[in-house]
C-alpha cells in the first residue's frame, strides 16, 4: 500500500517537461537528461506519484528539477516509468494499484535499463530511490550492479535488506516518518557499522516529513532549503563513490 504520508499530500498530474525529454528507453518510457556521452549515469527511482507530478500548482514537476540538477553535475540520468503510464492518484483504490505495481517489479524492470546503460558506454551507474522506489534500489544495491544508491525517505525496506546490501548506500530520512521513522533508520545504521566492506551514511533530518525531498511548496523557502540540503548531500554520494570509478576503476 502506498505510503499514508505520502498520499496525504497527494499531487496533481501533468505532461509538464524540464530541460530533458521523454523518450523510449529500454522499453519503458523514461525521462532522459543529461549528456548522453557521459560514462557515469543515475536511475531515478520515484515514489508512486512518478516523474509527472506536480505540487502546489506548479508547472514543472519538481522530480524532474531534481534529475535535471544531478545531469548538470556530469550524470546522465534516466528516470524510467516503471508504472507504465499508470502513477497512483486519490481517484485509484491503494490495493488495486498495488497488485498491479507489486514488490520487486521496479528491481526487475530496472535490469534491462542497466543493461541499455552499459550498451551505451556507461561505466559506473548510481541509483537513488524516492520513498517506493527505495525498496527498489535496495534490491539493486544487493547485486554488484550499481556503484553506490541512496535511499530518501524510504518505505517497504526492511533490516534483512539492509544485511544484504553490497553497495555503498547512504540514507536520507527524516524525523517524522511512521514507515521509517529514527527508531529504524538506527537499526539500519547498526546493521551497516558491521560490514566492514560497505561505506555508508545514515542522516536523519530533523522537523521534516516523508516526502519533504520531491514534495514541497516551490513558494516556501525553508522547504527548499531542507530539500536542496539533502540532494546536495546525494549529489555528494554520487560524486564520490561513482565519478570516482572513472578515474580510479576498481582493479579486476
Not at 22 to 30: D, H, M, W
Not at 184 to 192: D, M, S, T
Not at 209 to 219: F, K, L, P
Request: a negative charge; one cysteine or more.
Amino acid at each position: 500500500m502506498p505510503n499514508p504520508q505520502c498520499v496525504e499530500n497527494a499531487p496533481t498530474l501533468s505532461a509538464s517537461s524540464g530541460e530533458g525529454c521523454v523518450q523510449e528507453f529500454a522499453g519503458l518510457n523514461t525521462y532522459i537528461t543529461g549528456s548522453p556521452d557521459s560514462k557515469v549515469a543515475i536511475l531515478l527511482v520515484t515514489d508512486v506519484f512518478g516523474y509527472e507530478a506536480t505540487y502546489g500548482g506548479y508547472e514543472a514537476p519538481i522530480f524532474r528539477k531534481l534529475a535535471d540538477k544531478i545531469a548538470a553535475a556530469g550524470f546522465l540520468v534516466v528516470v524510467p516509468d516503471f508504472f507504465c503510464g499508470d502513477p497512483f492518484d486519490m481517484q485509484k483504490n491503494r490495493t488495486d494499484w498495488l497488485a498491479a505495481h507489486g514488490l520487486n517489479k521496479g528491481f526487475e524492470d530496472a535490469k534491462p535499463v542497466i543493461s541499455a546503460l552499459k550498451s551505451m558506454g556507461v561505466s559506473a551507474i548510481g541509483a537513488a530511490g524516492f520513498c517506493w522506489g527505495a525498496k527498489e534500489v535496495v534490491e539493486l544495491a544487493k547485486s554488484d550492479e550499481m556503484q553506490a544508491v541512496v535511499l530518501l525517505h524510504p518505505s517497504r525496506v526492511t533490516v534483512d535488506d539492509i544485511r544484504e546490501v553490497k553497495s555503498p548506500i547512504s540514507i536520507l530520512g527524516v524525523e517524522i516518518d511512521h514507515t521509517s521513522p529514527p527508531e529504524i533508520l538506527k537499526q539500519f545504521e547498526e546493521i551497516l557499522s558491521v560490514k566492514p566492506k560497505v561505506s555508508f551514511l545514515v542522516m536523519i533530518f530533523p522537523g521534516v516529513a516523508h516526502g519533504w525531498t520531491v514534495r514541497y511548496d516551490e513558494a516556501d523557502e525553508l522547504a527548499i532549503k531542507k530539500a536542496e540540503e539533502a540532494h546536495m548531500d546525494m549529489l555528494n554520494w554520487f560524486t564520490k563513490y561513482i565519478k570516482s570509478q572513472i578515474f580510479f576503476p576498481s582493479p579486476l
